[in-house]
């Protein structure tokens, strides 16, 4: 099945620590992105990569890492200096030339 | 002010009605519109897409642009309660997604009542 994963579905942090969201895609598309959702928020942009080994950072990006060293992988890190993590993290992909893109189920984080 | 602004309702209507989902938006450059559907606790899905002005129709569902007013519905008729579910607008100003950006609305939360 031709789709985007993530994992872990859930996930718990303790403060002070990083960790590491996947998202996983074998669409063949070439831009990536990352959205954080909160209640009554929509979606806002975190980082987006439009090929393998670059990426920009969108809109809500401070306290956040990524890497794009495959064109199927988009790993996000949390790090400690994100001040308020708790949320629904969302991955997307597209294909070069589309307007629109399509999102992977999904992975929440709870910061304890 | 937003760029896009969405009524998050929620909506709730009976089972078999007409239901009116819209989005106002303020930036003129927008030429692509879509429509996701999310179901609670997963990713949004592409529902519907459109380019400037005028009607799309698939199956159940309507997607209306008029950009002189700035304003997309989607229409779904003889609603489900599989309808249930939130709904997000979405719109960007480019042909090239890696070069776009895209701007979501807030979603509105609709119910159908059995």
């Known amino acids: 099945d031709g789709g985007i994963t993530q994992s872990p579905k859930y996930l718990f942090r303790k403060e002070g620590q990083n960790v590491t969201l996947s998202c996983e895609q074998n669409?063949?598309?070439?831009?990536m992105y990352w959205y954080r959702q909160d209640p009554g928020q929509g979606l806002r942009l975190i980082y987006y990569?439009?090929?393998?080994?670059?990426?920009q950072k969108g809109d809500i990006a401070e306290g956040y890492s990524v890497s794009r060293e495959k064109k199927e992988s988009f790993p996000l890190t949390v790090t400690s200096a994100q001040k308020n993590p708790t949320a629904f993290y969302l991955c997307?992909?597209?294909?070069?030339?589309?307007?629109?893109?399509?999102f992977g189920p999904g992975t929440r984080l709870t910061v304890l | 002010q937003k760029e896009v602004e969405q009524d998050p309702g929620p909506l709730s209507v009976p089972e078999g009605a007409i239901v009116s989902l819209n989005c106002t938006y303020s930036n003129s450059a927008f030429q692509y519109f879509m429509w996701y559907r999310q179901y609670s606790r997963k990713g949004p899905e592409l529902l519907m897409y459109?380019?400037?002005?005028g009607n799309k129709e698939d199956g159940r569902f309507t997607a209306q642009v008029d950009k002189s007013s700035k304003y997309i519905s989607l229409f779904i008729r003889d609603s489900q309660p599989s309808d249930s579910a939130t709904y997000l607008c979405?719109?960007?100003?480019?042909?090239?997604?890696?070069?776009?950006?895209?701007?979501f609305g807030s979603g509105t939360r609709l119910s159908i009542r059995p």
């Open positions: 669409l063949n598309h070439d831009a």
């Open positions: 997307a992909s597209s294909p070069a030339g589309a307007d629109t893109q399509y």
């Open positions: 990569s439009q090929i393998v080994n670059d990426f």
């Open positions: 459109t380019y400037s002005s």
């Open positions: 979405a719109m960007s100003s480019s042909g090239y997604s890696s070069a776009s950006k895209i701007i």
